[in-house]
Structure formats: C-alpha cells, structure tokens
C-alpha cells in the first residue's frame, strides 16, 4: 500500500536540521521512494518528487519513519563521509577477493573486469592483499564482478549493522533495494570491521562533501 507523505503542518523533527533532510532525500535511490511511495510511479515522477525542495524534508521524514531520534541529538557525521556506498561496496569487494584480482591477467579479461568494477577498486584490492579473505580464486571476469559486488555489499551490510538504526538507514537508502548489504552473512560480519576500516581511511583521505 503506498505511504503518504507527512502532512505540511508536522513538527515531528523539527529540531532535525532540515539542509541535512533535504540532501538525503536528494541522495536516496528512486528504487527506496518506489517502494515507499507507490510502485506504479515512472522514474520521471519520482525524480520530480525527490528534486522538489519544497518536498525534501517531508519525503526524508517518511523515508526515516521511527528511526527518528525526536530531540535532534544523533544526526552526525556520515558513516561513509558522504560518498557513494555502491563505491565502498566496490572498494570493500576488491579487498575480499584480492587475490583472484592479482592472477586476473589477460589484457581481454582485465578489461571487462575494469569495466565492471572500475580501475579504482582493482588497484585497491590488490595493494591491500595482505587483508583478502577470499581464500578460492575466480578466473571468470564476470563472475568475479558479480562477487565482489556481492561480498562488498554484504561487507558494508554487516559493517552497518554495528552501527545505529539511524546511521544505518542513511547509508542504506542511497542503494538500490535487494543490494546483498540487506543480508549479509556470517562470514561478512566476521570480516567486515578490519576490510572497511581500510575503506574509511581511503575515503577519508579525499576532501568529504557535506554531510547527507
């Protein structure tokens, strides 16, 4: 059943700071207000939606529902600084399976590996083999796209699941519904504290954009 938007006259956050509502609303994936709002919408509709400033504040507020802390306190920095959790995704990935990147060879497979996963994230893993965890390798290079995809997502899942309902949730909403962060495994939250803190200070190292 669709959600309605808050009515206009709420106040329920309004102690939130409403800059900080707007750019997550503005950041969130159209597959989240799809699945909050109605599925029937185009992409065209739901874009107006999100990019409408007199929106932004009340479509956050039904995007964040109950996670939301009434006195204000905990709205902090971004887990994640501001940048694109699919690239953490990828950044964490490419550590999990170093070490098929490093026997991935072929100039053919090596191209359609980067054109999945992006040269970034294959320099990433392989300067930080020491930490792979992937033990078995893939020498398929649309195979090992789609694991690193997967086990990224799932890293950062379990990644996020140490932190607050509501820090959680803000990095979330900027990915696609059924990413594998969803769901991740065991084996993922074993790993996934050592892998993101090596994606944290590579990503920490760039200038963040403001908080979203």
């Known amino acids: 059943m669709p959600m309605p938007?808050?009515?206009?006259?709420?106040?329920?956050?309004?102690e939130?700071?409403?800059?900080?509502?707007?750019?997550?609303?503005?950041?969130?994936?159209?597959?989240?207000?799809?699945?909050?709002?109605?599925?029937?919408?185009?992409?065209?509709?739901?874009?107006?939606?999100?990019?409408?400033?007199?929106?932004?504040?009340?479509?956050?507020?039904?995007?964040?529902?109950?996670?939301?802390?009434s006195n204000g306190r905990n709205w902090g920095d971004d887990l994640l600084l501001g940048h694109d959790p699919n690239r953490a995704a990828l950044l964490a990935g490419s550590i999990w399976h170093a070490r098929s990147l490093l026997k991935l060879v072929s100039k053919q497979h090596l191209a359609m590996l980067l054109d999945r996963i992006g040269a970034e994230a294959h320099?990433?893993?392989?300067?930080?083999?020491?930490?792979?965890?992937?033990?078995?390798?893939?020498?398929?290079?649309?195979?090992?796209?789609?694991?690193?995809?997967?086990?990224?997502?799932?890293?950062?899942?379990?990644?996020?699941?140490?932190?607050s309902a509501l820090d959680r949730?803000?990095?979330?909403?900027?990915?696609p519904m059924g990413t594998a962060a969803e769901n991740p495994a065991a084996e993922h939250r074993n790993a996934a504290?050592?892998?993101?803190?090596?994606v944290i200070a590579h990503l920490s190292r760039e200038t963040p954009r403001h908080d979203s």
């Open 5 to 14: 938007l808050p009515s206009a006259g709420s106040h329920t956050w309004s």
């Open 193 to 198: 504290g050592p892998v993101l803190s090596l």
């Open 16 to 69: 939130w700071p409403s800059e900080g509502l707007r750019e997550l609303a503005a950041s969130t994936h159209l597959t989240r207000f799809a699945a909050r709002l109605d599925a029937r919408l185009s992409a065209s509709t739901l874009v107006r939606l999100q990019k409408s400033s007199r929106l932004q504040v009340r479509l956050a507020e039904m995007l964040l529902g109950n996670e939301m802390d």
């Open 169 to 175: 949730t803000r990095v979330l909403l900027r990915l």
């Open 123 to 163: 320099a990433f893993g392989i300067r930080n083999l020491a930490s792979a965890v992937a033990i078995t390798t893939t020498a398929d290079p649309e195979q090992l796209s789609q694991q690193i995809e997967h086990d990224g997502h799932a890293c950062l899942g379990a990644w996020l699941d140490e932190a």
